[in-house]
Every structure is written in structure tokens, then in C-alpha cells.
């Protein structure tokens, strides 16, 4: 079967078309500036050269039609026609509490779907706008949701609920829910495959560092504690996120600055992390050339983020007794053999050694640990997309 993978973002669409025989990917695109002007779709069908679709493209659905249309198109596409498409398997960031895993989309879904737009106002709506586009476009082809929030639905209510009144967990579910589930979940199912052993056994800490970073413990397959919480905010230092600071904060800021609850927000999302810190940039590349030139707040930035991750690293070594695999994914995590090594530097004592010549890998499956006594050290680059089409072919089968 194929199946095509759609991710929307507010004003960005990204697809993929995978051939579940073989799990090949027959062709990928992003559309980008979707209801802006310069709206355009980058789209690359496996084999053959990239093309470039500049045509405006008011909404999702616009822009759905001109991908679907690129797919089937006869000098660029990767199908004969769109009934090849056998389902699609749409990415959803909040399920709140109620999806604990995957689901065909059907009417009650669509209604619990919006229901759980208060939990995520940015990212639930184009989400949802996705959906609504391709049953307008492919009425006759199922689709399934896959959430971020589902894999962390494990973790027991001692790791999810905040020490704050219980009536707001009751009356507005406050209460961690955690991200970047579809990402943890894989590497950690690809961390166990590769090492031939079964996941059920093993107690593994998975590195998500990207853009938007966060940590995870898994014991015997399951999510039990995440850094991210009731929004992606919370957690570790990120590229423009503050994660974790002392709640008081923010009204002594809005007192002292006369910021509003909108400037504070923004301030906390957009203007803080490693970008706040250094005053440079949001990205770990041109941290790690500053800080080698001998930038002082890009140095400093560098050794906030990475702290972090020491921190709830060793905070899951606790709570799991011992980490057997500690596994590295995402732009950064991936690519950065400097912040590996500065993550692990100082984790001896939970068995974590690195090996500084095995680390210098970039983008592709490595284990990098120092000698068999150490916990197993990974590099997995992750596959969001294969996992939610993974899932997809499951529910439609
Ligand atoms: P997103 O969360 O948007 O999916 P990614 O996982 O693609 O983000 O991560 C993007 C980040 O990865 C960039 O901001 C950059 O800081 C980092 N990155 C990518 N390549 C490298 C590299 N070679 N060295 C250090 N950091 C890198």
C-alpha cells in the first residue's frame, strides 16, 4: 500500500509518499508561505530532478490540491493516479487525554480533535485544516490521526500532574502531556532493533535536539517521564524557548517591564533559549563556530543547553535505577558531536563513556559509546514520517 504522510503547519505544509512494501519513499515535498504572499512547493519525487510550483495559495486546501496534483503529474510526479494513495496518515500534536494511540479519523474523532483546540491553540487548527482539506479532496480514502501527545500517555500520574490546586488538572486538564511522542518512540524502537534486543527489556533515555528539544525516559517500552509538559515550553534550554525558569518570573517581569501577558509570552517562546542567552542565534551551528572563536555568551549558551540535558538525564537514570541505551536524534542531536560530548562529559558515573573518535558521525545510525561496560551511546536519525505511516497501514489493514 502507499501512503501519504501530511504534516501542516500554520502556513506550511510538509508530505511524504511512502511504499509500504519496501518502506521507500517515492517522493517528498514542503510547501511553504501557504495563505502568504510567495507561496511555493519544493517537491522531490525519488529518481528524478526537484521542482519548484510558485502559485498563490490561499489555504490548505489550495495547496493540498496542487501537491496531489504534482504527485500525479507525468514528467515530475510519482503515481499514475490518486487512487494509488491506499490511506494518509495525518501528524497531530495535542491529543490530549483522549488518544493514547493512533485512530482512524471518523466524526467523533474530528469533535474530540476539536475539542482539544484549547490545549494547543497554535498547532491543533492547521492540524485540523490538514484533515478537512484531504477529506474534501480523497472523500474515498481513510485517514488516520497520529498524535505527539499519545506515546506519553503511559506515564503514571505521580510524572504528569503539577504541584499546583488539583481542581485546575480537574476543571482545564492541566497536567503534562509531553511531545515529540512519534520521534521518542521510534528511536527507541530502532535502538532495540538494532541491537537485537526486545525494547520490553531495556531502560532507555532518548535525546529528541532539534528546534524544539526534549528528553525521554523509557522503561520496558514505555514513555514514564518527558521534560515537555502542558505546552512544548517546558523542559530543557531550546533554540528560542526558555524551558524550565522560576514561575515568579514573569510577574516580576510584567511588573518591572510593564510587559504584557502577550510580550511575556512571546518573550519566553521567541526570544529566550539559547538565542536569549547568546544574543546570536537560535542555531547550534553558529553557536558552536562563535564559541570556538572565543564568543563568551555563545560558550556559555552552549554549556546552559547542554547542562540541561545532563540534568534530565540523570533525573531518569533515577527513576529508572539505570539507562541502558541513551540515544541521541533530531538536527542536533544527530549532527553535533560537540554537544554529545558536552552532554555526556560528567555522566561517568551513570555508566555513560562516549568515545570521541566513534562520535565523529553526522546523520546516520552510529553507536558511540567508549567500551561494552558503558551504557549502550546512539546516534538514530529520526523517521516521524515512517512511523506515522507505520501506524497508518496498521489501522487500515
Ligand atoms: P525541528 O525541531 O524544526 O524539526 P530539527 O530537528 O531539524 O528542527 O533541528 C534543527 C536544528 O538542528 C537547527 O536549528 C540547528 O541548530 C541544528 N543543527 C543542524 N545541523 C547541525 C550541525 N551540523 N551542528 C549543530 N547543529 C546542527
Redesign the pocket.
Known amino acids: 500500500m502507499k501512503i501519504l504522510v501530511i504534516n501542516c503547519g500554520s502556513s506550511s505544509l510538509k508530505y511524504q509518499l511512502i511504499d509500504m512494501t519496501d518502506e521507500g519513499v517515492l517522493a517528498k515535498g514542503l510547501v511553504e508561505r501557504i495563505g502568504i504572499e510567495g507561496a511555493r512547493i519544493k517537491h522531490d519525487t525519488t529518481g528524478k530532478e526537484r521542482v519548484v510550483i510558485e502559485e498563490p495559495m490561499n489555504d490548505h486546501k489550495k495547496a493540498l490540491e496542487l501537491v496531489l496534483g504534482v504527485l500525479v503529474d507525468k514528467e515530475h510526479g510519482a503515481l499514475e493516479s490518486m487512487d494509488e494513495i491506499g490511506a494518509v496518515g495525518h501528524r497531530v500534536v495535542h491529543g490530549g487525554e483522549d488518544f493514547a494511540s493512533s485512530v482512524i479519523i471518523n466524526e467523533a474523532v474530528m469533535n474530540a480533535l476539536n475539542k482539544n483546540i484549547e490545549l494547543a491553540p497554535l498547532h491543533n487548527p492547521p492540524n485540523i485544516m490538514g484533515i478537512e482539506a484531504c477529506k474534501e479532496l480523497m472523500p474515498n480514502t481513510p485517514m488516520v490521526g497520529v498524535f505527539d501527545t499519545a506515546f506519553h500517555q503511559t506515564i503514571p500520574a505521580e510524572n504528569y500532574i503539577y504541584p499546583i490546586p488539583y481542581e485546575f488538572y480537574e476543571k482545564y486538564k492541566i497536567r503534562r502531556y509531553g511531545f515529540h511522542g512519534t520521534s521518542h518512540k521510534y528511536v527507541s524502537l530502532r535502538a532495540a532493533e538494532i541491537l537485537g534486543r526486545d525494547v520490553k527489556d531495556l531502560n532507555i533515555v532518548t535525546c529528541h535536539l ?3 528539544s526534549s528528553v525521554t525516559a523509557i522503561e520496558g517500552g514505555k514513555s514514564i517521564d518527558t521534560s515537555m509538559g502542558f505546552t512544548p515550553l517546558e523542559g530543557l534550554a531550546m ?1 528560542t524557548r526558555s524551558g524550565d525558569i522560576d514561575p515568579a518570573i514573569i510577574p516580576f517581569l510584567m511588573d518591572k517591564e510593564g510587559m504584557t501577558f502577550d510580550e511575556v509570552n512571546n518573550m519566553l517562546n521567541k526570544k529566550s533559549g539559547v538565542l536569549g542567552i547568546s544574543g546570536l542565534s ?4 553558529d553557536l ?1 563556530i562563535a564559541a570556538e572563536e572565543g564568543n563568551e555568551r555563545a560558550k556559555l549558551a552552549l554549556q546552559v543547553f547542554t547542562n540541561r540535558v545532563k540534568k534530565y538525564v540523570a533525573a531518569y537514570a533515577a527513576q529508572m535505577c539505570r539507562i541502558d541505551v541513551l540515544v541521541f536524534t ?3 542531536g544527530e ?2 558531536d560537540v ?1 554529545r560530548k558536552m552532554v555526556c562529559e560528567g555522566l561517568e558515573c551513570l555508566n555513560i563513556r562516549i568515545d570521541n573518535e566513534l562520535n565523529k558521525v ?1 546523520g546516520k545510525e552510529a553507536v558511540i559509546n567508549k567500551d561494552l561496560a558503558s551504557a549502550t551511546i546512539m546516534v538514530i536519525p529520526t523517521n516521524e514520517e515512517l512511523m506515522i505511516a507505520r501506524d497508518t497501514l496498521e489501522l487500515v489493514k
Open positions: 532539534g528546534n524544539g533554540g537560535s542555531d547550534f551551528r558552536e533530531a538536527g542536533i549532527n553535533s554537544i553526522r
